[in-house]
């Protein structure tokens, strides 16, 4: 019999005119030959925002997509839709596999973004709340992050006409000219951020699992612990697959083919103990 497959993505930004993805159709031949799907976070933008008729036709076709789709989809949660599950993280294959949106490991969520400083000022302010001893708590800190990710409005992301949304996409990302080195500093730290994450809150995972800063990549840092990003399906760089089975942890391209999206060649795979398993158990 063959083995069953999770398969994890991320990343979607479904209803941000920067996505790729106009409908969610557009997804099933990811879903197909699969027996679960997870996605870690960002898959629509579900913070207030000027347009509230936008976001609820999100979130009604992501549950329609979700109820029709043919496999259980599991939903954790990202900076832009901090209220879409009440999970933030999962492990997988007997702990071997730890998955997290990934924002957490920046103290102020978007290094890049123009609204870094006040953002890690919301950001300590919440964790300075937090009852004495708790602060270094994952799931603490996961609720302080989904918190202030909450309190912020949308930006770019709610403007529907594509002229003033091209002027905000850049006004929001790369102006100043800094945010460019930020986001390049944020890209160079992530491995190592993520393994330190993984280290001191999961020291059996072999692998994490992260999204968030849209650049996809596989690395085998120093401590021993693999970082795997799956990018997203904006541009300019796309977006990885991770599938799932108790012997193998598999890391796939995403392409796009004739307006649809396909698992394609294959980046990197690796062993996984076959009495893992695929039981997962959640976290925070």
Same mark, same amino acid.
């Given at each position: ?24 159709? $557009? ?16 898959? @629509? ?90 602060? &270094?708590?994952?799931?603490? &800190? ?41 986001? !390049? %500093?944020?890209? %160079? ?7 330190? @994450? ?5 020291? &059996? ?46 890391? &796939? ?18 062993? !996984? ?6 039981? $997962?158990?959640?976290?925070?």
């Amino acid at each position: 019999m063959p083995e069953a497959v999770i398969r994890i993505l991320s990343d979607i930004h479904y209803g941000d005119r920067l996505s790729r993805v106009r409908s969610f159709g $557009q997804l099933r031949p990811l879903c197909a030959g699969i027996d679960a799907l997870t996605l870690n976070g960002d898959t @629509l933008d579900t913070r207030k925002g000027p347009n509230p008729a936008h976001t609820a036709r999100c979130r009604a076709e992501l549950a329609a997509f979700i109820a029709q789709v043919g496999v259980p989809v599991t939903l954790l949660t990202g900076n832009h839709d901090p209220d879409g599950s009440d999970l933030h993280a999962l492990d997988y294959a007997g702990g071997d596999v730890f998955v997290i949106h990934g924002d957490i490991l920046y103290d102020c969520i978007v290094p890049w973004g123009r609204d870094a400083k006040p953002i890690r000022r919301l950001v300590r302010a919440e964790l300075a709340a937090l009852p004495a001893g708790t602060a &270094r708590r994952l799931e603490e &800190r996961l609720l302080a992050f989904r918190r202030v990710a909450a309190s912020l409005e949308q930006r770019h992301q709610a403007e529907r006409h594509p002229v003033k949304y091209a002027y905000r996409f850049l006004t929001d990302t790369i102006w100043p000219p800094l945010s460019a080195v930020n986001m !390049l %500093r944020a890209w %160079r730290d992530l491995p190592a951020l993520a393994a330190g @994450l993984a280290r001191e809150h999961r020291p &059996r995972a072999r692998f994490i699992l992260v999204g968030h800063t849209h650049r996809p990549g596989v690395w085998r840092t120093p401590s021993g612990v693999v970082v795997i990003n799956t990018g997203s399906f904006s541009p300019p760089f796309g977006g990885y697959a991770v599938d799932l089975t108790p012997a193998a942890l598999t890391v &796939r391209r995403i392409e796009s083919r004739h307006g649809e999206f396909h698992p394609g060649s294959i980046v990197a795979e690796f062993a !996984l103990g076959r009495t893992a398993g695929l039981a $997962q158990h959640h976290a925070a």
